[in-house]
């Protein structure tokens, strides 16, 4: 394999598709050593088939808002890889989806997905569909509009999607109903995130959260450091930011910060339950303003227009809203501040320039594949107890998530320890990723 070789096809192929392009290379660069000592692969040609996605689905979603006016949106479902299982990976719900970007993301999820060392395959969805401001009830029209195109080819054997970015349990709930109504099945395993009650697991939504700091936690007890008393700034106030934001505190550390589009708000003393708890009224109320964070807690929070949690200083700084979102700039920032730690745990958080300054900097940097595969995780769990036909305890689902994020932690130190003695967390795994998904491949022959 020639990576640059590769990439020039590759962007001759797609061109513009730069979130895409640079998920291929960062991979491809990190791999190409190892991928060169076998054979097999060449002959295969495994990275010339991983690279381009099994097929796309792209479709026409058409709903009508609440003054009765007929919206048209564009609705995606990309089936990546299934060397390991069925296709698995989330649906985003954001103005700004296309191609490019649910082919980044699917091609993230298929070594996401191989590293949690479940049978699950890589894929990813989404449309152009911006919830802000929308009602519930053109969410709800929206969802049955976007399933109704799409429900032939998802089934938990087939393809499951989960939530993302813009689509949480509310989201799931409306595509999992029409669902059910079209298939006329009770096959609660096409679709994870669901409610409890109704085949949802215990602690999915806080698990991408969970599994970040146990990832995180791992981190920083490498270089022989503890979670108690660290500053911790997060990105959003979604799911993932509020998942996180409650492990951290469990685990002892401090939360002094969060962000979103209209700036960041500061939290001195460290985020309270009470914060935590309001974080998920925020989400809910489609406004999408950090500000209403401080509004609620005067006095605790401080609010600046315009600026970003990387310009609070913490010892551990936690991406967790959306690709690219850590630019080089932010990261000579945190450098500058005392940063620790850098672990992503959105999708490619960082800018490739970014990566780069913090590992220059001999800043461990853990990223979002292995950090944030605690929520797809637990999709799969999801999907075994929907499979038995009942529900696990907290505690079981909780002991799971660990096992499998301490697993993630171990295969990363494995390939990513270099001679001396630091880890490359990136290097780690794409390597143990990949490796799972060419030696199946190669072993169910040229398909």
């Not at 791999?31 to 796309?56: G, S």
């Not at 091609?107 to 401001?133: H, R």
């Not at 003695?421 to 290097?427: A, C, F, L, R």
Request: with cysteine; proline share 4%; glycine share 12%.
């Amino acid at each position: 394999m020639k990576v640059n070789e590769i990439m020039a096809n590759l962007e001759a192929k797609h061109p513009g598709e730069n979130e895409y392009l640079q998920a291929v290379r960062e991979v491809l660069e990190t791999v190409e050593e190892e991928y060169n000592k076998h054979p097999e692969y060449e002959a295969a040609k495994i990275v010339e088939r991983l690279v381009e996605p099994d097929r796309i689905f792209k479709f026409r979603v058409v709903w009508v808002d609440d003054k009765g006016q007929t919206q048209v949106n564009l609705g995606y479902r990309v089936q990546y890889n299934a060397a390991l299982g069925a296709y698995k990976g989330g649906l985003r719900f954001h103005p700004k989806v296309n191609e490019s970007m649910l082919k980044f993301l699917g091609f993230e999820q298929i070594f996401k997905n191989s590293l949690t060392m479940l049978p699950l395959g890589g894929g990813k969805g989404g449309a152009d569909f911006d919830p802000v401001g929308k009602s519930d009830a053109e969410i709800m029209r929206f969802c049955q509009a976007f399933v109704y195109e799409l429900w032939r080819n998802i089934g938990p054997d087939q393809d499951s999607p989960a939530g993302d970015v813009g689509v949480g349990g509310r989201e799931i709930g409306y595509m999992y109903g029409m669902y059910k109504k079209l298939a006329r099945e009770h096959s609660t395993g096409a679709l994870t995130g669901k409610s409890y009650g109704w085949g949802g697991s215990l602690i999915r939504p806080e698990a991408t959260g969970f599994g970040a700091m146990y990832y995180v936690k791992h981190m920083v007890e490498e270089k022989g450091d503890t979670m108690q008393g660290k500053k911790i700034t997060l990105s959003g106030f979604g799911n993932v930011a509020w998942g996180a934001a409650t492990k951290a505190v469990e685990l002892g550390a401090k939360v002094v910060a969060i962000s979103g589009p209209d700036g960041v708000c500061e939290i001195p003393d460290g985020i309270t339950k009470e914060m935590i708890d309001y974080m998920l009224v925020m989400r809910a109320s489609n406004r999408n303003k950090v500000q209403d964070m401080a509004d609620k807690f005067p006095g605790q929070c401080k609010f600046t227009a315009g600026k970003k949690s990387w310009s609070v200083k913490c010892d551990i700084a936690c991406p967790s809203a959306f690709q690219n979102e850590l630019a080089e700039e932010d990261a000579k920032q945190l450098i500058a501040n005392g940063v620790k730690y850098v672990a992503e745990i959105s999708n490619m958080g960082s800018q490739p320039g970014a990566i780069k300054a913090i590992q220059a900097a001999g800043i461990p940097f853990g990223p979002g594949k292995a950090v944030n595969a605690g929520g797809v995780a637990t999709s799969g769990l999801e999907i075994c107890q929907n499979a038995e036909h009942r529900n696990w305890t907290a505690e079981e689902v909780d002991k799971n998530l660990h096992a499998i994020m301490d697993n993630i932690y171990a295969q990363c130190v494995k390939y990513g320890r270099k001679a001396d003695g630091t880890i490359d967390y990136v290097k780690g795994a794409n390597l143990a990723g990949f490796m799972r998904v060419a030696d199946a491949m190669v072993a169910q022959g040229i398909i």
